[in-house]
Nanobody, 127 residues
Framework: QQQLVESGGGLVQAGGSLRISCAASELTFSQYIMAWFRHAPGKEREFVATISRLSSTIYYAESVKGRFTISRDNDNNAVFLQMNRLKPGDTAVYYC????????????????????WGQGTQVIVSS
């Protein structure tokens, strides 16, 4: 069964950093576009960042650009989100998502483009 499992969430003070990870299993990882979304209380789930199959294309939401970095390790079937200069507004459950693509450079930003999701990891940023 194809599975994504996030880890690394936690409580951090504003201005701090956190790195969250997503481990994939039962899929040919290098064939999948990967992305991070987040869901804050009282808000709809929103796109955070995406990375193409071979890391040639990366795209960020404006709200995190310059603070967050997405990366992937195709040899170890994992994708990461390094979050720096965290703000209380970054508090959310962060979800890893995957979708298969024939293109090495394609990326997607819509939830509906992704068909495999993790269970989420909670990130809380205190002020």
């Amino acid at each position: 069964q194809q599975q994504l499992v996030e880890s690394g969430g936690g409580l951090v003070q504003a201005g701090g950093s956190l790195r969250i990870s997503c481990a994939a299993s039962e899929l040919t990882f290098s064939q999948y576009i990967m992305a991070w979304f987040r869901h804050a209380p009282g808000k709809e789930r929103e796109f955070v960042a995406t990375i193409s199959r071979l890391s040639s294309t990366i795209y960020y939401a404006e709200s995190v650009k310059g603070r967050f970095t997405i990366s992937r390790d195709n040899d170890n079937n994992a994708v990461f989100l390094q979050m720096n200069r965290l703000k209380p507004g970054d508090t959310a459950v962060y979800y890893c998502a995957a979708t298969r693509s024939p293109s090495e450079s394609m990326y997607y930003v819509r939830e509906s483009d992704y068909d495999i999701w993790g269970q989420g990891t909670q990130v809380i940023v205190s002020s």
